[in-house]
């Protein structure tokens, strides 16, 4: 089945900016929640499709990928698909933690109340690399200094001291309040225990009841050889511990490459501008430029042709940026920058007197 055309999906233009297009996703979203058409598998399917259409539109370099060569731009693993709704969810809580506002989250719309008592995932960690061209370019093996709050190991992430709870007075242990508000009773999370229905007897010293510390630790990176700046790798596992059992978050590892004194990278080309002489691109010469290379000094020799103009550009191929697939690599293309010398000796201005008169009779 031929998949639908992402801006149509989310009714927007192709020129849409970041701001309109998180405010059509948002409102695509609320039209679709399922817990707005229950036992609607067409909305929920609809729903999907719009999360995965944001999720590409959202992200510049897939939103360029899919601008450039529509869904077979993205067959490299660009497009996420979406299985199961609760992966929508997950994706894009900052959004729905907006739409649906503090505190209230999707189990306000009753189908998933979230059991504060269960097992939790632990939260995803963002933080950035900063990598030379040729890090970036082949590959390299870092490390990241993190420093984030985790779970309390003293108390269990309960705040409580030894994990010692008893239960809550306010609410019963029931984690709920019940108010009356006219015809109707309306429950709410309990404020003092947040649901919990538990209560510490006194608070963990270790984390003054907040129930989490602050944590340092050294995480190892294998970054592939082909990123770029703006693309993010996922570490699996690797965010925030879980708390009550539950499964460590992921850590997403931004890439940033450094400017590079010789070469500028323009996707998987690289720009190179070597200065050349008057008589060298009058007469054509061989010059060295610099490879991009595990090799540091590795360099190769340029043909310039006789004839060649400024700004002329001469392509070495294959001696770009390796594929993040593994399939090749961009082209090294060389732009010809024609150098006009600033000093001059007597013998040298002489020369180019007699090499300029020469020209009058042609
Ligand atoms: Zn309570
Ligand atoms: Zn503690």
Do not use: W
């Not at 998949?3 to 020129?15: A, M, N």
Request: proline share 6%; hydrophobic share 30%; charged share 25%.
């Amino acid at each position: 089945m031929d998949k639908p055309d992402y801006y149509e999906v989310l009714e927007v233009s192709r020129e849409v900016s970041a701001a309109e297009l998180k405010k059509a996703y948002r409102d695509k979203a609320l039209e679709l929640h399922p817990d707005r058409n229950p036992n609607d598998p067409q909305a929920e399917e609809r729903f999907k499709t719009c999360a995965e259409a944001y999720a590409v539109l959202s992200d510049p370099n897939k939103r360029q990928l899919y601008d450039r060569f529509g869904h077979a731009g993205l067959a490299g693993g660009g497009a996420p698909g979406f299985g199961d709704i609760g992966d929508v969810f997950s994706q894009f809580q900052d959004i729905f933690g907006d739409i649906f506002g503090g505190g209230f989250g999707f189990g306000g719309f009753g189908r998933r109340r979230r059991d504060p008592n269960a097992p939790t995932r632990g939260a995803d960690i963002r933080t950035d690399v900063s990598l030379s061209l040729r890090d970036a370019a082949f590959g390299t093996k870092t490390e990241i200094d993190l420093s984030h709050p985790s779970p309390c190991e003293a108390c269990h992430g309960t705040g409580a001291e030894g994990g010692v709870v008893e239960g809550c007075a306010t609410c019963g242990g029931r984690g709920q309040v019940a108010r009356a508000q006219g015809a109707f009773v309306m429950t709410t999370t309990c404020p003092a225990c947040h649901g919990r229905g538990t209560q510490a007897k006194s608070a963990c010293g270790q984390c003054k009841g907040s129930g989490q510390v602050d944590t340092e630790r050294v995480v190892k990176v294998n970054v592939p050889g082909g990123v770029d700046t703006g693309q993010s790798l996922r570490l699996t596992g690797q965010g925030q511990a879980g708390s009550r059992g539950g499964p460590p978050g992921d850590l997403y590892v931004t890439v940033h490459v450094e400017p590079d004194e010789r070469f500028e990278r323009e996707g998987f080309d690289l720009i190179h501008r070597p200065s050349v002489t008057y008589p060298q691109v009058a007469l054509g010469a061989k010059i060295e430029v610099p490879l991009l290379d595990e090799d540091e000094d590795a360099t190769t020799t340029l043909k310039v042709p006789a004839g060649t103009q400024p700004g002329e550009t001469l392509v070495i191929r294959g001696a770009g940026v390796p594929r993040l697939n593994g399939r090749g690599r961009g082209n090294l293309i060389c732009v010809v920058d024609v150098a006009v010398p600033r000093k001059l000796s007597r013998e040298q201005k002489r020369l180019l007197k007699d090499l300029d008169e020469s020209f009058d009779g042609s």
